[in-house]
Structure formats: C-alpha cells, structure tokens
C-alpha cells in the first residue's frame, strides 16, 4: 500500500506538475500576445509548478532512509 501511494506522489510531483507548468507558460505567451492594456487584466501565471529530478531523487532517498530509521527505533 505504501509503494502505491509513493508512485502515485512521485506521479504527481513530476507528470502532472509539469503539465501545469506547460499549460502556464502557453498561456503566459498568449497573454503576450494581447493589447496591451487587455494584458493587465490578467496575472503571469508561474510556470515552474513541478519537481525537478534531483529533488525527486533527494525526497526518494529521504523518505528510505527516514522509514529505515523508524523501523529501528520503533
């Protein structure tokens, strides 16, 4: 149950974020493209949503080697 839940975490941390992040950035450029004062009514969206690898890896390794720690001590 709990390898379930970290592939569903680690699904949304790197797959799903970053299709936001595209959808912003596609959406910041059409923005862009409007006059200007239409422009102001709308917000810049951010688009670096998800997870980079390295930070995945990092909370991989933190959580095994959190969990090993608990499982010793508990």
């Keep these: 149950l709990s390898f379930i839940m970290a592939i569903l975490i680690i699904r949304d941390a790197v797959g799903i974020r ?23 009514k709308y917000s810049h969206l ?17 959580g095994l080697i959190t969990t090993l720690l608990l499982n010793l001590f508990i």
């Design 46 to 62: 951010l688009e670096t949503v998800g997870h980079t690898v390295p930070e995945i890896t990092v909370g991989i390794i933190y």
């Design 18 to 40: 970053r299709r936001i992040g595209n959808q912003a950035h596609i959406t910041n450029q059409l923005v862009a493209r409007l006059p200007q004062d239409e422009q102001k």
